[in-house]
């Protein structure tokens, strides 16, 4: 049978701390009540001291290590996807492998927000497939916490994002199981509807005094028009993917999608005819966690026991970039 990738161990990490919509309200001009209708937030998670992604994400890829019975030494790659790396560069992937403590195991960072593990499956699939790997850790794990404005101005954002880390362990597999197929997408003429402007390398300097003063430095969302888009891209690519293979929305025993806000997931849940049963849904506990969100949000799934063997799981995110994806695995 044709080699793919399989996901052969699934961990995850979040923080301790607990922050409520009260304790938002508390800091801002919002509501319990607001947040949890417009989005059905109820508490995130924030770090405390200095906690950056690669911490995060050590836990939960030493989890699905040990859950894939696979040790660091050897892996044939890292993939790290993150949009707040520790730092500016080198990516979280170089201090991540460290560590695990698996050098020289080569380290790649994927730069696509929240649908940075779909985009980073792909990419590991694709090593499978070719032949010339076996083995590859692919982790999302996002601080969000330490660059949020937690003042008025920034309240449209700030109540959204939460910090945590999900990983998996991909390995070769040739009995039909594993990843059947991925589809990516990006349209970087609308990226000014979500992003971090600065620092920046256009400006010089990369940052000063005036642009921390705007706010230029915290994220900033059109938020109505990427919800438009994602409620018509997201059912559109999960539809492209399902068709690439012969198969239909009710083939699919669980969808695990990008835990952006849980209206989002009920339109396309409600689109493609797939009852909320088989939607994983988890935004009220860790609110928008990016590229973290998909494998925590599996994790879990599976850890309740939601996905048998010979299943079809899907999983579709969009967001920044704009960017979009759908992948289908057969479990
Ligand atoms: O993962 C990355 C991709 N991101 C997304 O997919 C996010 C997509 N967008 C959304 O989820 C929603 O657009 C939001 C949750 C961000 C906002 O919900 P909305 O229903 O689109 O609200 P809105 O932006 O249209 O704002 C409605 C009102 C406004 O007041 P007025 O103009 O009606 O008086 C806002 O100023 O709600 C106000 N508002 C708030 N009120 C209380 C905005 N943020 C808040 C807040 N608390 N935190």
Same mark, same amino acid.
């Given at each position: 049978m044709r080699r793919r990738a399989r996901i052969a161990g699934l961990g995850r990490h979040l923080p301790e701390r607990v922050v409520t919509n009260a304790d938002l309200a508390r800091?801002?001009?919002?509501?319990?009540?607001?947040?949890?209708?417009?989005?059905?937030?109820?508490?995130?998670?924030w770090v405390e001291g200095e906690v950056g992604a690669s911490d995060l994400a050590l836990p939960?890829?030493?989890?699905?290590?040990?859950?894939?019975?696979?040790?660091?030494?050897?892996?044939?790659l890292i993939i790290f996807a993150t949009l707040s790396p520790d730092i500016t560069f080198p990516g979280s992937g170089c201090l991540l492998q460290a560590k695990l403590g698996c050098a020289t195991v080569p380290a790649l960072d994927v730069r696509n927000q929240c649908t940075g593990f779909l985009y980073g499956l792909a990419v590991a699939d694709a090593f499978i497939r070719a032949g010339t790997m076996s083995r590859v850790l692919l982790v999302g794990a996002e601080v969000h916490s330490t660059g949020l404005d937690l003042s008025d101005r920034g309240r449209d954002v700030s109540v959204l994002f939460g910090d945590g880390a999900g990983a998996a362990v991909l390995v070769a597999s040739e009995d039909g199981s594993g990843v059947l197929g991925t589809r990516l997408h990006a349209d970087g003429s609308e990226h000014e509807l979500l992003m971090i402007e600065a620092p920046a390398s256009r400006h010089h300097p990369r940052i000063d005094h005036a642009?921390?003063?705007?706010?230029? %430095?915290y994220p900033r969302m059109d938020g109505r028009g990427v919800f438009r888009?994602?409620?018509?891209?997201?059912?559109?690519?999960?539809?492209?993917?399902?068709?690439? %293979?012969?198969?239909a929305p009710a083939d699919i025993d669980l969808l695990v999608p990008h835990q952006a806000n849980r209206r989002i997931n009920d339109a396309v849940a409600r689109k493609l005819g797939i009852p909320e049963e088989r939607v994983v849904q988890n935004i009220d506990r860790y609110g928008n966690t990016t590229a973290a969100s998909i494998?925590?949000?599996?994790?879990?799934?599976?850890?309740?026991?939601?996905?048998?063997?010979?299943?079809?799981l899907a999983m579709a995110a969009f967001g920044a970039g704009l960017t979009w994806a759908a992948s289908l695995v057969r479990w």
């Open positions: 800091l801002m001009d919002t509501s319990d009540a607001w947040i949890r209708a417009r989005t059905g937030i109820r508490e995130r998670r939960a890829a030493r989890e699905a290590l040990k859950a894939a019975g696979v040790r660091p030494t050897e892996l044939d642009m921390i003063d705007e706010g230029r %430095h888009r994602a409620v018509s891209r997201v059912p559109e690519v999960l539809r492209e993917v399902l068709d690439a %293979h012969g198969l494998p925590i949000a599996l994790s879990e799934a599976v850890e309740e026991g939601r996905l048998r063997s010979g299943d079809l």
